[in-house]
C-alpha cells in the first residue's frame, strides 16, 4: 500500500533561554501505511510526544517535513485528530456539549441532526449514555479518556494520534481500554500513532513499533514489526510466540538507552597519568567462568599494576550487548567471543562496518554441547546418538541456542553438524540466546540443547536440566574462545594504554593457569557482581574431581585453557578459519581484502610489545595447522577454495569490505 | 495505662471544641458573643475614660445619633437626608465608576492576555498605575475634570480598574496549552473560541478580580467624597459631622458603611458562584 503519513528528515531544535540550543530530534525518517497502528516508544524526554505534535502541526519541525497524504503540515487540523494524555475535555461543558462542540465545529457540511446522530452514536461507542450530561469533573479517568476518544473519532480523522492515552489510567481501565481502541480501530479503519512508554501497550496494540534513542539528538534506534495477527485478543497475544521476544526486544532497548545515558553523564574524557594516554577503562565483560582473566586482573590488582587505576568492569548479560557498547563507543575494550573482531569489521552489526581490533587470545575451549534431560533419558548420549535422532526424526523441528553470530559456539555448532551432514539452517532452528538464560529455556523446553561456555553446561548437568554430549575434545581442542577486542581507532588513540591492557591481562591469564590459584579464582568468579551463581558450578580445571556423580560419565573435560605456549597470541590463520565459518552461513560476506583485514584485526604486534616487556619473550609462536574433529585440512593460503570445497554452505558471497565507515560492496 | 489517661482528656476536650464548632447554631451565637464582648469593652473603656470616644450605648441614646438610626429615609435637602439615602447615593456612584471599570478592565485584560507582546508594553505600567493610592488620584481628577462628580466617577473607575484587568489577563494567560491545542486541532472560529473557550477559562480569574475591586470602589467612594465637599454622599456625610463634631454620627455611618462593604463583597460572590461554580 502507499505512504498515507511521511516524515521526512526531521529534525527539531529548540532554543533554550540561556541563550543555548537544545537539539530534541535528528534525522527521523518514518513511513505509515494506511490502516496501519504504529506506536513510539522510548524514554522520558526521547522526544517521542515532540514527534507525534510534529505530525499533529502542533509543533513545526525545524528542519524536514511531514506530509499526510502527500500535503505537507503546516498546522493543526481535524484530519489529524489528538487524544491528549490528560484527556483535555473543557470541564465547563457537558459529555455532549463536548464532543458536540467538535462535531459541530468540524463536519460543517452535515445537517444539524447529522451531527447529533454523529455525537449519540460516538457516546454509545465508548459507553457512556450514562453520562452524557455529566461535566468532566463529575467523571473518572477512563471515563473522562473515553470521551476524548469519542471526540477524536466523531470527527472522522484520517489520522488519530494518540499522546500517552492511558497513562494516567489505573491497570485494569487501561486494559479495558486498550482492548476496546484496539477494536474500534479495526472496526472503522483507523490510522493512527500513539505515544506510549507502556511495553505490553506497545505490542498488544501495535502493528510497528517505532523505538527512539535518548535525547539529545533522539532518532529511530530501530523499528520493530509485530506480526501478531489480527483480530488480537490480549490472552492470544500474550501466548503468541512472538509476543516475549518482541518485549524483550524493547526491553533491551530501553535498558540499553538508560545505560547509556547513564554512562554519558559519568564520561568525563580521558583521563591521561603514569604515561598512559587513558587510565579510566569501562570493559565489558558477559559472566562466563571464561571472563576469569577480566576479573581477575581487577581484583588481584594486575591492572593498576600496570598504571591502570581506573578500570571498571560492565557485566553485560548477551554479547548484544558488548556489540552495542563497543559500536555506541561507551566500552573502551571488552572480553569478546573469537569471532567477534572480524564480524564486527566486516560488518556484521548491521551492515555497518565497525574496525574492532585484538591483541590477545584470552582464553581457549570451555565450550560444550549440552542437550535436554529427554534425549539422555531416549538414551541418547553422545554426539553420534544425538545426530542420528536428529536424521531420523527431520520431520520434527528441533531448536538449539547458542550466544552470538559471531562466536565460536556458534561456529562450532554449525560445523560440527553440518559435518555430521545436518544442514544447522535448515533441518534444526538455531535461536541466539544469551549465555545464562539457556539453563532456563532448557527447563522451559523451549529449546532442546544449546552450545555455551561454562558454566552454563556443568550447571544444567548438576541440575539435572540436560546433559554435555560433546566437548571441544571432540570438535576442536584447543580452539579459541574469548579474545580482547577494542575499536581500531580507540587502539589508535590509546596505543600505550592497549599495551598496558594486554599486559595486565596477560599477568592476569598466567595467574590463572596456575592451579595453585584455582579456588580462589573459583570463589571470586562466584561473587554476586560477577558470575553470581553458586560455586559448585564453576570450575576452571576438571570438574569431574570435583562433582563425583553427575546422573552420567561425565565425558573427558576439554578445560580452560588461560595462558601457554603461542595460547595468548592472535592468530591470523584462526581469524581466517572464524572468517570463512561465518561466510559459509551467509552471515558476513567473504572479504576479497581478507588479507587486509586480518593485518588490521589481528594486533600481534600490540601483543608482542607487551610479551617481551612481561619477559615472556620465549612463549611459542606457532600454533601449527588448524586441526578440527573431522580433518578436513584448512588451508590459510587458499580461503575460498576452503569454502568451496565445503558440501553444506549457504550461496556466499566475496565482497570488498571497505572498512573505513562505506558500505561494503557486494559483488556476487 | 496511666499515661494514657491525661492525653484520653485533652482528645476529649478538643473533641468536644469540634462538636461544638459543627453544631448549626455556632454560626451564629458565635460571631454575636464575639460582637457583644467588642462593645461591652469599648463601652467599659469609654465609660472610665481611656477613649474619647462615645460609647455604645451613648450611641444609641443621644439625641442625633438616634434619630438618625431610627429614620433611614428622611429627606431635607440633598446635603440633609437619611443614612440609607447617602449611602444609595454613593452606591449610585460606585455602580458606575465600578461599571465602566469592569468592562474596560476585562476588556483590556482579554486584549494584554492574549497578546505577549502588549503585555510586555504596558505591565509595568499597569503594576506602576496599580500603587497609586485612590486619594492621590483625587486632585488629578479634580484637576483634569473640573467638577465633583466626574471626578469622584473617575476615582472610583481608576482604583477599580487593576485589580480587574490584572486579573483577567493572568486568567486569560494561563488558559491551559490543552485547551488551546483542543482549539487549534478543531480549528474552532474565534469567535467560538472566545465565547466556549476563553471566557469560562478565564471566568475564575475575572472574578477573583471583581472580588478585590468591589471593595478597593467601596473604600475609594468614601475616601473621594470626605476630600471633595458638597456632594450628596455617606463619605461626605461624615466629613460634615466631623466638622460639627457629631461623633456619634460618624459612627453610626461608620456601621452603614462597613455593612454595605461587607454585602458587596458577598454579592459579587453570590454571583460568582452562579456564573461560574468552581471548577
Redesign the interface.
Known amino acids: 500500500m502507499s505512504v498515507f503519513v511521511a516524515v521526512d528528515q526531521i529534525e527539531k531544535v529548540f532554543n533554550l533561554s540561556g541563550g543555548g540550543q537544545y537539539i530534541a530530534l535528528k534525522g527521523i525518517d518514518l513511513e505509515i501505511k494506511k490502516g496501519e497502528f504504529v506506536s513510539l516508544i522510548g524514554h522520558s524526554g526521547c522526544g517521542k510526544s515532540t514527534l507525534l505534535n510534529m505530525i499533529?502541526g502542533?509543533d513545526l519541525p525545524t528542519e524536514g517535513v511531514v506530509t499526510l497524504e502527500g500535503d505537507r503540515v503546516t498546522?493543526?487540523?481535524?484530519e489529524?485528530?489528538?487524544v491528549?494524555q490528560?484527556?483535555?475535555l473543557?470541564?465547563?461543558?457537558t459529555v455532549r456539549e463536548n464532543i458536540a462542540?467538535?462535531v459541530d465545529?468540524?463536519l460543517v457540511d452535515l445537517s444539524k441532526a447529522e451531527r447529533q446522530a454523529i455525537v449519540e452514536q460516538h457516546i454509545q461507542l465508548v459507553g457512556l449514555q450514562h453520562a452524557v450530561d455529566k461535566p468532566p469533573?463529575q467523571l473518572s479517568g477512563g471515563m473522562k479518556q473515553r470521551v476524548a476518544i469519542a471526540r477524536a473519532l466523531a470527527?472522522r480523522p484520517k489520522l488519530l494520534l494518540l499522546d500517552e492515552p492511558f497513562g494516567a489510567l489505573d491497570a485494569l481501565t487501561r486494559g479495558n481500554l486498550q482492548e476496546r481502541l484496539m477494536q474500534i480501530c479495526e472496526e472503522s479503519q483507523v490510522t493512527a500513532v500513539m505515544v506510549t512508554h507502556d511495553v505490553d501497550e506497545a505490542v498488544l496494540l501495535s502493528d510497528r513499533i517505532v523505538m527512539l534513542t535518548n535525547g539529545p539528538s533522539s532518532k529511530i534506534g530501530s523499528i520493530l514489526d509485530v506480526d501478531i495477527p489480527r483480530p488480537r485478543k490480549r490472552m492470544d497475544v500474550v501466548n503468541h510466540p512472538s509476543y516475549y521476544s518482541l518485549r524483550s526486544e524493547i526491553i533491551y532497548f530501553l535498558n540499553q538507552q538508560k545505560r547509556i545515558k547513564k554512562l554519558r553523564a559519568k564520561k568525563s574524557g580521558a583521563t591521561a597519568r603514569h604515561g598512559l594516554e587513558k587510565v579510566n577503562l569501562e570493559m565489558g565483560f558477559v559472566p562466563l567462568t571464561a571472563c576469569a582473566p577480566l576479573i581477575v586482573a581487577k581484583e588481584k590488582g594486575f591492572f593498576d599494576k600496570h598504571g591502570l587505576d581506573e578500570v571498571s568492569l560492565v557485566r553485560e548479560t548477551s554479547w548484544r550487548g558488548i556489540v552495542d557498547g563497543i559500536a555506541g563507543n561507551y566500552l573502551d575494550a571488552a572480553q569478546m567471543p573469537a569471532g567477534m573482531p572480524v564480524w564486527l569489521t566486516i560488518g556484521g552489526n548491521q551492515g555497518t562496518p565497525l574496525p574492532v581490533v585484538s591483541a590477545l587470545t584470552m582464553t581457549r575451549n570451555g565450550n560444550a554441547v549440552t542437550l535436554a534431560k529427554k534425549f539422555y533419558d531416549k538414551g541418547i548420549l553422545n554426539a553420534a546418538d544425538f545426530k542420528r535422532m536428529l536424521l531420523d526424526s527431520a520431520e520434527q523441528e528441533h531448536t538449539l541456542g547458542m550466544v552470538h553470530p559471531s562466536s565460536m559456539h556458534n561456529l562450532l555448532l554449525r560445523y560440527w553438524l553440518a559435518a555430521g551432514g545436518i544442514d544447522p539452517d535448515r533441518d534444526v532452528t538455531l535461536k541466539t540466546i544469551p549465555p545464562a538464560q539457556m539453563v532456563a529455556d532448557l527447563k522451559a523446553g523451549t529449546i532442546d540443547g544449546y552450545c555455551v561456555g561454562e558454566p552454563w553446561n556443568l550447571r544444567a548437568a548438576i541440575e539435572g536440566a540436560g546433559v554435555t554430549v560433546a566437548t571441544d575434545l571432540e570438535i576442536w581442542d584447543g580452539h579459541p574462545g574469548k579474545v580482547l577486542g577494542v575499536r581500531e581507532d580507540w587502539a589508535a588513540a590509546y596505543p600505550n594504554t592497549h599495551i598496558a591492557l594486554v599486559k595486565a591481562l596477560l599477568e592476569a591469564c598466567r595467574y590463572c593457569a596456575d592451579a595453585n590459584n584455582g579456588e580462589e579464582i573459583r570463589h571470586i568468579l562466584a561473587r554476586r557482581e560477577y558470575l553470581s551463581t553458586s560455586v559448585d558450578y564453576i570450575y576452571l580445571g576438571d570438574p569431574n574431581s570435583h562433582v563425583c556423580n553427575i546422573d552420567q560419565p561425565m565425558r573427558e573435560y576439554a578445560h580452560h585453557q588461560f595462558f601457554g605456549d603461542g595460547l595468548n597470541r592472535p592468530s591470523r590463520t584462526e581469524h581466517l578459519w572464524m572468517m570463512t565459518q561465518m561466510a559459509r552461513w551467509e552471515d558476513v560476506p567473504f572479504p576479497r581484502n581478507w588479507v587486509e583485514i586480518l593485518e588490521r584485526v589481528c594486533r600481534v604486534s600490540v601483543f608482542s610489545t607487551a610479551a617481551r616487556e612481561l619477559g615472556v619473550l620465549d612463549m611459542k609462536y606457532h600454533r601449527g595447522p588448524i586441526q578440527l574433529f573431522d580433518d578436513i585440512p584448512f588451508d590459510a593460503e587458499d580461503p575460498i577454495g576452503y569454502l568451496n570445497s565445503l558440501s553444506i554452505k549457504r550461496d556466499f558471497s566475496v565482497a570488498e569490505v571497505a572498512i573505513d565507515g562505506r558500505r561494503p560492496v557486494t559483488a556476487g | 495505662m496511666t499515661a494514657t489517661l491525661p492525653n484520653r482528656a485533652t482528645v476529649s476536650s478538643r473533641d468536644r471544641i469540634q462538636a461544638l464548632l459543627k453544631h448549626p447554631a455556632a454560626n451564629i451565637a458565635l460571631p454575636i458573643i464575639g460582637i457583644l464582648l467588642f462593645l461591652t469593652i469599648w463601652e467599659v473603656l469609654a465609660r472610665i475614660g481611656l477613649i474619647a470616644l462615645p460609647s455604645p450605648i451613648q450611641v444609641l441614646t443621644d439625641e442625633r445619633s438616634n434619630y438618625l438610626i431610627m429614620n433611614p429615609f428622611f429627606y431635607n435637602s440633598d446635603l440633609d437626608q437619611g443614612l440609607f439615602l447617602q449611602t444609595m447615593a454613593s452606591l449610585k456612584r460606585v455602580a458606575i465608576g465600578y461599571g465602566a471599570a469592569a468592562i474596560v478592565g476585562i476588556a483590556v485584560g482579554i486584549l494584554v492576555g492574549n497578546s505577549p507582546v502588549i503585555d510586555k508594553m504596558f505591565d509595568p505600567l499597569f503594576q506602576f498605575l496599580r500603587m497609586v493610592a485612590p486619594l492621590a488620584w483625587v486632585p488629578i481628577a479634580l484637576a483634569a475634570l473640573r467638577q465633583n462628580e466626574p471626578a469622584a466617577l473617575f476615582v472610583i473607575f481608576i482604583t477599580s480598574i487593576w485589580p480587574i484587568l490584572i486579573n483577567t489577563a493572568v486568567g486569560v494567560r494561563e488558559i491551559p496549552q490543552d485547551y488551546k491545542n483542543v482549539a487549534k486541532v478543531l480549528r474552532i472560529s474565534n469567535q467560538k473560541y472566545f465565547f466556549k473557550v476563553l471566557i469560562p477559562s478565564a471566568l475564575p480569574y475575572i472574578f477573583t478580580g471583581l472580588r478585590i475591586a468591589i471593595g478597593l470602589a467601596w473604600l475609594a467612594i468614601i475616601a473621594a467624597e470626605i476630600v471633595m465637599s458638597g456632594v450628596a454622599g455617606i463619605g461626605f456625610f461624615i466629613w460634615d459631622a466631623y466638622q460639627q463634631n457629631y461623633v456619634t454620627e460618624i459612627i453610626v455611618a461608620v456601621v452603614y458603611i462597613g455593612a454595605v462593604g461587607l454585602v458587596l463583597d458577598r454579592l459579587v460572590l453570590f454571583i460568582q458562584k452562579r456564573i461560574a461554580p468552581g471548577q
Not at chain 1, 473543557?90 to 461543558?93: E, G, I, K, S
Request: hydrophobic fraction near 50%; charged fraction near 15%; aromatic fraction near 14%.
Open positions: 499533529a502542533l498546522r493543526p487540523g481535524p489529524r485528530m489528538v491528549f490528560n484527556y483535555s473543557l470541564p465547563w461543558m462542540l467538535a465545529e468540524v469533573s470527527i
